[in-house]
């Protein structure tokens, strides 16, 4: 999503002062309060979203995603070389952890 594009929506909120105080305190350090909340609303919707397990298409789109799935398989000595080293679970730590 460009943040470039025309802006013709909006978005209004209510909230008491102390809300809006530490909003425009936080926003002043970069930019305004707009593009503060933006910004940051932005970043919880990508982390929301990016949790999702079901996912609607439209026909391109999935036409699209099909072709990929379809597509040969490249090889890549690096990555199967990576997988086939134990992970770091699959051996004891090398020392005992402790809580500080």
Same mark, same amino acid.
């Given at each position: 999503? #460009? &943040?470039v594009a025309t802006k013709s929506e909006r978005i209004d909120i209510r909230t008491d002062p102390v809300v809006k105080e530490l909003l425009q305190r936080a926003a002043a350090a970069h930019k305004s309060v707009s593009e503060f @909340? @933006?910004?940051a609303g932005l970043d919880a919707a990508r982390e929301t979203l990016s %949790?999702?397990?079901i996912f609607s298409l439209d026909e391109d789109a999935?036409?699209?995603f099909q072709a990929v799935l379809e597509r040969p398989v490249s090889d890549k000595p690096r990555l199967r070389r &990576? &997988? #086939?080293e134990? %992970?770091?679970f699959d051996s004891p730590p090398t020392r005992p952890l402790t809580r500080q």
């Open positions: 999503m #460009s &943040l @909340l @933006l910004h %949790g999702r397990q999935w036409d699209a &990576l &997988l #086939s134990p %992970g770091v």
